[in-house]
T-cell receptor, first 110, second 117 residues
């Protein structure tokens, strides 16, 4: 099992560009999450999906959209990137009490 | 005020020391408490998970929860250089139900720990 995979690993964007961060899990988990991690801020929830076909806003959803394509895949889209979105993005899936995290995507917006 | 407060450190200790990491929280609805370990440039991984007040031990690690004081701790005995990482506390208010879970985690800021030989 690959667990939770994320692509790309690194990305540099210019202000105003758009991009989609991809996440997939092969553990058959219902719940999936997108977080961003900034220095001194811990992990902050952007969006989550409790099950296929449903998505909900987390703590910091502004500037982002998500799609739960199927049970395996949960993508995060930045429609018009801003420097404030420079961060490390983590996708996670959950079963029972444990969240399994992907390796992260390091995004820089210039 | 953040719902979960964690001293970001950094914390530097000699090998073999006992390490104490702490979080306080304000939301009395939090029922599930977790500690995650995150190595540099990696995703967090679950280290300890506990529900009730009291202590839970796993090898060199002990998680302690005091719901009356809204305070949780992680103790690391005989610390090793391989324990050097960022430690994040996390909490959830909604219980898990069977194979599906809707509980959202609220994380502390993370404490950077370095154990030097």
């Amino acid at each position: 099992n690959a667990g939770v995979t994320q692509t790309p690993k690194f990305q540099v964007l210019k202000t105003g560009q758009s991009m989609t961060l991809q996440c997939a899990q092969d553990m058959n988990h219902n719940s999936m999450y997108w977080y961003r991690q900034d220095p001194g801020m811990g992990l902050r929830l952007i969006y989550y999906s409790a099950s296929e076909g449903t998505t909900d806003k987390g703590e910091v959803p502004n500037g982002y959209n998500v799609s739960r394509l199927n049970k395996r895949e949960f993508s995060l889209r930045l429609e018009s990137a801003a420097p404030s979105q420079t961060s490390v993005y983590f996708c996670a899936s959950k079963f029972g009490g444990e969240e399994f995290f992907g390796p992260g995507t390091r995004l820089t917006v210039l | 005020q953040k719902e979960v407060e964690q001293d970001p450190g950094p914390l530097s200790v000699p090998e073999g020391a006992i390490v104490s990491l702490n979080c306080t929280y304000s939301n009395s609805a939090f029922q599930y408490f977790m500690w995650y370990r995150q190595y540099s440039r990696k995703g967090p991984e679950l280290l300890m998970y506990t529900y009730s007040s009291g202590n839970k031990e796993d090898g060199r690690f002990t998680a302690q929860v005091d719901k009356s004081s809204k305070y949780i701790s992680l103790f690391i005995r005989d610390s090793q250089p391989s324990d050097s990482a960022t430690y994040l506390c996390a909490m959830s208010a909604i219980p898990n139900a069977g194979g599906t879970s809707y509980g959202k985690l609220t994380f502390g800021q993370g404490t950077i720990l370095t154990v030097h030989p």
